[in-house]
């Protein structure tokens, strides 16, 4: 099941020539799912080819205008585009306000049924499971409201042993117990332990993003274990006081998280317009925690690999 | 004096990649007037080295979103870098509303002030005067409230002849009433008409903004002799139909408004992502009336060249 990540932009609030503010396009078993929205992600969609069709989910953090003001224009051009199928849209409350507004101005009626799912960052909470995923709000401690979110794969079921299956001769309508991980019964009163059985699946990979934030263990054991964490690091620490003044993260403390939590591997990204390379910022997360990557536009990152 | 138009964007609302939504920066004298504001209109300025800080005076058309989604996020970019001088909004009365929403829920209050004019579509009105401009709306006939912007450089002084003035020894206190046209009225009563002393200055120059509209001659009297009229023109001829069903106008038919209306030339703009060359539209026009050229993104135009 592909499970990956697209960066579609990682600069912060002050625009920089060539960086785009913050978009991520999570492919999950081919379907899409956007993170945020900053202004220009459709452009950013058509540069690298992620098809704006194929998104049935769109999740905010939080209302600065880095992470949502690309989200009207696509919403709108979906609409122009002759979208029928539902959209679902994760946000803070005030974000349906914010669209029905300019909608309302613009006397656009969407031709597609976007369904709104507020979003409440005073505790984790789980906003959507389907057939794929399980996706978990993440309160942070940003300026305003600001949730990350936790995309956990759903654990898919055991694989039967084929030929020790056949050997016993179970009977067909026992194999969806077996792959759920129940034990068999022979006829003859024999209990077959499932591990003789079956094997277990690949173990769920998960990818937490945060966003926006202060470094803050209160969300530490939430995003435990990630195989891919993605966190903000808009400053090197020796803009430590801007990045507290502004309720922000350095890159040493960003890898900290990664150690702190036991994530599998890292990724940086928001990085302030003041740091036109960006090679000391990763850096410094490498010196903390070597397995580092920073969120280049349109790079794909495997979340497990 | 300067009077020039660089062309930030010139797409309609369908994103296109490579092409950016409607924005103009106007320099009159050395001074920035922004003309719409579609999506990714700062990463332009960026782009072709439109300084923003040097934004005075923003004039939106209408609230489709291709003409202002870009404007919160350039208000909040001038803002965190540092503006503190005030800053003249012009559009239609709900813009307000729009911009405020976003900045209440984002918590943000402005360094600087920001002044807003609501433009009213009923008739053409005077929005603007300064030393070097007036500036007057267009109403347009668009599916929304729409208005376009005709920018008139001032009339300038006339210019004395040296020569005459210092042969006839015209004290300096009467200078400024000979530049203003004013006859001259020698101590022994002899009259020396205006005409003799003085020479004309340039014709004052007019630029003609006609954003979203249906060809309509309720506005030609208004732009007539524009030394330079950017009209739309977002389809070719044989979709005329689908120009009409969407309140927009053919390169055809923008070619017959610059004919029409006696303009020196014409510029033309808002293309549908239809067409990936231009060059069809810029023939039709064309075939109309010769002097047309494409609102080319980057290229800087000269009004009255």
């Known amino acids: 099941m592909k499970f990956e990540v697209t960066i579609l932009g990682s600069s912060s609030a002050t625009p920089i020539y060539n960086r785009n503010p913050t978009a991520q396009a999570l492919n999950i078993n081919e379907r899409l799912y956007l993170i945020d929205c900053g202004e220009g ?25 880095d992470h949502y003001l ?9 609409h122009l585009n002759g979208r029928v199928k539902p959209l ?29 799912y507020p979003t409440d960052p005073s505790g984790p909470q789980i906003i959507l499971e389907n057939h794929d995923i399980i996706v978990e709000t993440i309160p942070l401690d940003h300026r305003i409201a600001c949730t990350g979110f936790i995309f956990k794969q759903k654990k898919t079921l055991r694989k039967l042993i084929k030929e020790k299956i056949e050997a016993l001769e179970i009977p067909v309508s026992f194999y969806s117990q077996l792959k759920r991980g129940l034990n068999y019964v022979a006829p003859d009163g024999t209990v077959y332990h499932n ?4 094997i277990d699946s ?4 998960m990818y937490a993003y945060c966003s926006d934030t202060l470094y803050n263990q209160q ?18 620490h020796n803009m430590l006081d801007r990045a507290l003044q502004t309720h922000h993260t350095t890159a040493w403390q960003a890898a900290d998280v990664a150690l702190q939590t036991n ?22 997360a490498r010196s903390v ?15 497990g690999a």
């Open 41 to 65: 992600t459709q452009q950013q969609m058509l540069k690298f080819d992620v098809k704006a069709s194929r998104i049935d989910h769109i999740f905010i953090s939080h209302l600065h205008g």
């Open 70 to 78: 690309g989200l009207v224009g696509l919403l709108s051009s979906l």
């Open 88 to 116: 679902k849209l994760f946000g803070p409350p005030a974000l349906k306000e914010i669209i029905d507004i300019q909608f309302k101005y613009s006397e656009t009626t969407l031709h597609y049924e976007l369904e709104f």
């Open 195 to 198: 591990d003789e059985l079956t």
């Open 202 to 205: 690949v173990a769920p990979k």
């Open 219 to 236: 969300y530490f054991e939430q995003i435990a274990n990630a195989n891919l964490l993605y966190h903000e690091a808009t400053f090197l």
């Open 263 to 284: 994530a599998q591997q890292l990724l940086i990204g928001h990085f302030s317009a003041r740091y036109k390379t960006l090679n000391e910022l990763l850096d410094e």
């Open 289 to 303: 925690f070597p397995n580092t990557e920073l969120a280049i536009e349109g790079k794909t990152f495997t979340i």
